[in-house]
């Protein structure tokens, strides 16, 4: 999911902070009013909406607002995090940014943006009542948010159509995990043979890419009973999986147990969640 911001309104800041991860399993999860941008001091996993993300430190991640995201780190540490309301009009027009970037030497740069617009925004201990120090650090994300847009916009009109690539691939198959799929679909959008393309899926994945795929729509399936009140049959039909008796198998198979089981100890979950947590129903814990 692109995250949208406005091509001339400044965004408005709601806090900024370098945090720890507390909770580092993805059955912790966090649906935030804002946006947020997170720049990650660790190694993880990133799950946002339906999608997932292998994350190093410096990479950076986008998140729309409502949306349901985790995180899932064996060792985690701190991420920079920045949570800001954006409302693109229809007059000035809209701009996107993709959920998740990675930074490579840029991180340095970026970094140190974050660092100061923290330094400058009014949730700092050390912060003045100043409205220009305020406005300074609303000029210094919205410049942030353009830079990501132009650098990510970059990318994809510099690669050559004949490159290959796992993230574009994988990316198109987790936006549309509620179509049949075949393997010989996704070589034909690879531009590659389907005994090649299982070929080099297994040597770059260590699994088969029907494996992956069941185990993706297992995972979206997981999200959307723990977050949403979609019935079995609709929750499997999201997930390309639409016959009852067979979603039902499939998910057992991937989890265990069945998808009513998982959402009643999720549901359980939920009704006990942490103090520790950032949000609960798009609402800031007290």
């Not at 985690?76 to 809209?94: E, F, L, N, Q, S």
């Not at 994300?141 to 004949?162: D, E, F, P, V, Y």
């Not at 265990?256 to 942490?274: H, T």
Request: charged share 25%; glycine share 6%.
């Amino acid at each position: 999911m692109q995250v949208e911001i406005s091509r001339t309104e400044l965004p408005v800041i709601d806090r900024v902070g370098h945090f720890p991860l507390l909770n580092p399993v993805f059955d912790f999860t966090y649906r935030n009013p804002t946006n947020a941008l997170h720049l990650y001091d660790y190694h993880g996993r990133v799950r946002i909406g339906s999608n997932e993300y292998a994350v190093s430190p410096g990479d950076i991640t986008c998140i729309q607002n409502g949306t349901v995201y985790g995180c899932s780190s064996e060792t985690p540490g701190k991420h920079w995090c920045i949570h800001y309301y954006d409302t693109p009009g229809k007059a000035t027009g809209t701009l996107e940014i993709p959920p998740f970037i990675r930074m490579g030497a840029n991180s340095i740069f970026y970094r140190e943006q974050f660092q100061l617009i923290n330094r400058l925004s009014y949730n700092h201990k050390n912060r003045r009542d100043d409205d220009s120090v305020k406005l300074e650090a609303q000029f210094r994300l919205k410049a942030l948010l353009l830079s990501l847009h132009n650098l990510t916009s970059g990318r994809a009109t510099t690669r050559r159509s004949s490159n290959f690539s796992w993230e574009e691939l994988l990316g198109w198959l987790d936006e549309n995990l509620d179509q049949p799929i075949s393997v010989h679909a996704l070589a034909e959008r690879a531009n590659l043979g389907a005994s090649t393309l299982a070929k080099k899926f297994k040597q770059a994945h260590k699994t088969t890419l029907s494996r992956y795929l069941l185990h993706r729509r297992i995972d979206k399936a997981k999200s959307l009973l723990a977050n949403t009140t979609l019935t079995i049959y609709e929750v499997g039909s999201s997930v390309g999986i639409p016959d009852p008796q067979y979603f039902n198998k499939q998910f057992r198979k991937v989890t265990g147990i069945s998808p009513s089981r998982y959402r009643d100890d999720n549901m359980e979950y939920l009704r006990n969640i942490s103090d520790e947590l950032a949000t609960r129903d798009g609402a800031w814990q007290k």
